[in-house]
């Protein structure tokens, strides 16, 4: 996602938002050659995306109403698709068996 695509899904301004990843960077939870990327869309047109890491990681940081929308929904669908027995038996199982 671009920087403007991420204020817009969170509801903040873009230095607010710039700080947040400076800070992501700063705590070492991400690294920035990770982490973002710079695509040529024309010309002289370049835009730095970043991964989807990036954007879970923010929806975290940020306190907007939109960032805690987004922290609902993804709580909401890692509860409903969690399954722990499922998780336990492969563990056991292992691959070869």
């Known amino acids: 996602m671009s920087e403007s695509e991420m204020v817009d ?3 903040v301004f ?3 938002l710039r700080n947040a990843i400076k800070a992501l ?3 070492e939870l991400i690294k ?3 982490a973002e990327r710079t695509i040529k869309k024309r010309d002289n047109l370049y835009v730095t995306v970043y991964n989807m890491e990036v954007v879970l990681l923010l929806a975290f940081r940020l306190n907007s ?3 805690r929308a987004v922290r609902r929904e993804l709580m909401e669908r890692i509860s409903r698709d ?3 027995f499922e998780v336990i038996l492969t563990a056991t ?3 070869g068996n």
């Open 93 to 95: 199982t292992g691959k």
């Open 82 to 84: 969690y399954k722990p």
């Open 65 to 67: 109403y939109q960032a």
């Open 14 to 16: 873009i230095p607010k």
């Open 32 to 34: 920035s050659y990770e």
């Open 25 to 27: 960077y700063k705590e």
């Open 9 to 11: 899904l969170f509801g």
